[in-house]
């Protein structure tokens, strides 16, 4: 499986951007798919995630209320609309392809496929 994610940019504080996940393989819509970022000088951490038919979705807290995520199993795509954006959503944001069992979607350690990381900088 291959990611390929996109839509990063600058914005400033309050606006909008929507990241795209591209996803090669026949198996995506078999596997919960999940967004995790990484600020400057700071370890990664998830983000938000969606189950493998989209039944199921989580968020981390920070996020609640402002981001949603989805995903279009026809063409194998998964996205993540932010809103609202602050200067600490600052950081480079990953797709990645989640465990087969959807209560393991917080263990980062057990995404085996990720994309190369979009940028996304908000400025106040």
């Known amino acids: 499986v291959q990611l390929q994610a996109s839509g990063g940019g600058l914005v400033q504080a309050g606006g909008s951007l929507r990241l795209s996940c591209a996803a090669s393989g026949r198996a995506f819509s078999t596997y919960p798919m999940g967004w995790f970022r990484q600020a400057p000088g700071k370890e990664r951490e998830f983000v938000a995630a969606?189950?493998?038919?989209?039944?199921?979705?989580s968020y981390v807290d920070s996020v609640k209320g402002r981001f949603t995520i989805s995903r279009d199993n026809v063409k194998n795509m998964v996205y993540l609309q932010m809103n609202n954006l602050s200067t600490e959503d600052t950081a480079v944001y990953y797709c990645?392809?989640?465990?087969?069992?959807?209560?393991?979607?917080?263990?980062?350690?057990?995404?085996?496929?990720w994309g190369q990381g979009t940028q996304v900088t908000v400025s106040s």
């Open positions: 990645a392809v989640g465990p087969p069992r959807w209560s393991d979607y917080v263990r980062q350690s057990l995404y085996k496929y």
């Open positions: 969606i189950s493998s038919l989209g039944g199921s979705i």
